[in-house]
């Protein structure tokens, strides 16, 4: 017999076996002179094969199980400084309190190292905050950022030259990655960091969206 009908030969019996689970109980014997291979070299039992597979699975679920907790916690903590900074948004009385107490809460409770806001409009009262740009809505140096405000979803990652340049002009170099909110007719919010792989593509935003619908909505009270 050839390899390739040993092979062929192999397949076969292992697809039998599976449809047939209680085989080997029908012969114990044939159950106990079975040889299981090991990484190492070493050979074991059937039983002691199967019971070390059983522990690797537990590991393996202990770890995602462990993982999933603390996805979950972050997750919870998320959600919590989420609604406290939409309270404190909704209790400010002026659109400079507002957008003020955004800059502080990402700056504080979220430890974004570098916070900028772009607003389409002045704002009376926050005429030295450094944190702060007034551009026009079509201003010609937004356009890098016309697709974002256009699709209104928020973007995360390492931005490019022109962008960084333009959020945080003379230390756009320590800035490695970014997360920007768009918001619709009013303007953007940039969180930069220092850490590159701190905001990344592909990473979830809903926490994000959260906040920036919070800060649009708590915005337009005031408007006239």
């Excluded at 522990?55 to 199980?65: G, I, Q, T, V, W």
């Excluded at 997360?179 to 590159?196: E, F, I, Q, R, W």
């Amino acid at each position: 017999m050839s390899e390739h009908q040993d092979k062929h030969g192999a397949h076969e019996i292992a697809a039998w076996l599976r449809r047939h689970p209680g085989f080997l109980k029908q012969f114990p014997d044939l159950a106990l002179s079975l040889v299981m291979p090991r990484d190492d070299g070493r050979t074991a039992s059937l039983a002691s094969y199967q019971l070390e597979v059983l522990r690797d699975k537990n590991r393996e679920l202990s770890r995602r199980l462990a993982e999933l907790s603390a996805n979950a916690q972050v997750n919870e903590r998320l959600a919590v400084r989420t609604h406290q900074l939409t309270l404190s948004l909704m209790r400010q009385d002026s659109h400079a309190g507002t957008l003020r107490a955004m800059a502080a809460s990402l700056a504080e409770d979220f430890d974004g190292d570098l916070v900028r806001i772009v607003s389409f409009r002045p704002v009376a009262g926050l005429d030295d905050a450094e944190w702060l740009q007034v551009r026009a809505e079509d201003a010609p140096e937004l356009q890098p950022f016309r697709d974002a405000l256009g699709d209104g979803e928020p973007l995360c990652g390492r931005l490019q030259a022109e962008k960084n340049a333009l959020l945080y002009a003379e230390r756009r170099d320590e800035i490695q990655s970014s997360a920007l909110l768009p918001l619709a007719g009013m303007g953007l919010v940039a969180v930069g960091s220092h850490d590159p792989n701190r905001f990344y593509p592909g990473m979830g935003t809903l926490f994000l969206r959260m906040m920036g619908e919070a800060l649009a909505t708590a915005v337009r009270r005031f408007d006239e």
